[in-house]
């Protein structure tokens, strides 16, 4: 593809839609994973985290090919979401600490941003790839544009979690529903979910649903029973 072409630029407006798209669950992990940072840490976590998470972004695109040639990895990287999506609402059970267990230290955080980020990149990094007709300039572009519109997303997040921690949920609930939708569109499991027959669709929103329900009630009822135990208001 010529640089700068018409053909160059409609490529790169495709990609930036892309970004926006996915921005928002970017956000809310980056979010989610600073907030208990301290104050002066939870800025640098934020923008830190959103250029290793593009970096990360950048270079899957890259073998996305051969990400492709792996059976089951779709499968196994929503599973590994969905475990994330717990940890990042589940209080640490430790000695009572207010804080989280993925968020304590700022390379705590960091790589919490940092793997989920590469974790949701698999659904999405296809899209970005077809967009840019292999041209690896227009994929740094358009997730260097992305930057700002992820860490003004991070920030604003983080501020409305601070003020009303119940946001934490639903956060969660959008992890739980991008790694519900990595389980199911995995190419194995297409005879389940992947079709046309009623069956196939139920079983789809399903399964994305049950997903959903699952991690926020088990993260809700892990956190009582640490309230319970340690004779405070817990995350729940």
């Given at each position: 593809?010529?640089?700068?072409?018409?053909?160059?630029?409609?490529?790169?407006?495709?990609?930036?839609?892309?970004?926006?798209?996915?921005?928002?669950?970017?956000?809310?992990?980056?979010?989610?994973?600073?907030?208990?940072?301290?104050?002066?840490?939870?800025?640098?976590?934020?923008?830190?985290?959103?250029?290793?998470?593009?970096?990360?972004?950048?270079?899957?695109?890259?073998?996305v090919v051969w990400l492709l040639k792996i059976p089951g990895l779709m499968a196994i990287g929503g599973i590994a979401l969905m475990w994330i999506a717990?940890?990042?609402?589940?209080?640490?059970?430790?000695?009572?600490?207010?804080?989280?267990?993925?968020?304590t230290t700022f390379w705590g955080a960091m790589k919490t941003i940092i793997i989920a980020d590469a974790v949701m990149g698999i659904d999405n990094v296809?899209?970005?790839?077809?967009?840019?007709?292999?041209?690896?300039?227009?994929?740094?572009?358009?997730?260097?544009?992305?930057?700002?519109?992820?860490?003004?997303?991070?920030?604003?997040?983080?501020?409305?979690?601070?003020?009303?921690?119940?946001?934490?949920?639903?956060?969660?609930?959008?992890?739980?529903?991008?790694?519900?939708?990595?389980?199911?569109?995995?190419?194995?499991?297409?005879?389940?979910?992947?079709?046309?027959?009623?069956?196939?669709?139920?079983?789809?929103?399903?399964?994305?649903?049950?997903?959903?329900?699952?991690?926020?009630?088990?993260?809700?009822?892990?956190?009582?029973?640490?309230?319970?135990?340690?004779?405070?208001?817990?995350?729940?």
């Amino acid at each position: 593809m010529e640089f700068m072409s018409a053909a160059w630029w409609s490529a790169l407006l495709a990609i930036i839609l892309i970004d926006l798209v996915l921005a928002g669950d970017n956000a809310i992990v980056i979010a989610l994973a600073a907030r208990n940072l301290p104050k002066e840490h939870q800025k640098k976590a934020i923008v830190w985290g959103t250029v290793g998470a593009i970096i990360v972004r950048s270079a899957m695109t890259l073998v996305v090919v051969w990400l492709l040639k792996i059976p089951g990895l779709m499968a196994i990287g929503g599973i590994a979401l969905m475990w994330i999506a717990y940890k990042l609402i589940a209080e640490d059970e430790g000695d009572g600490d207010e804080h989280g267990p993925a968020a304590t230290t700022f390379w705590g955080a960091m790589k919490t941003i940092i793997i989920a980020d590469a974790v949701m990149g698999i659904d999405n990094v296809l899209g970005v790839a077809g967009a840019a007709q292999g041209s690896f300039d227009l994929v740094v572009i358009g997730l260097l544009i992305s930057i700002p519109i992820v860490v003004f997303g991070s920030t604003l997040i983080l501020k409305l979690v601070e003020k009303y921690p119940a946001i934490m949920y639903i956060g969660a609930g959008v992890l739980a529903f991008t790694a519900g939708k990595m389980v199911v569109n995995e190419k194995l499991l297409a005879p389940w979910f992947k079709g046309p027959e009623f069956a196939q669709q139920a079983a789809y929103w399903g399964f994305v649903g049950l997903t959903i329900v699952a991690i926020l009630t088990l993260g809700y009822l892990h956190n009582r029973r640490v309230a319970q135990r340690t004779g405070g208001a817990g995350k729940a």
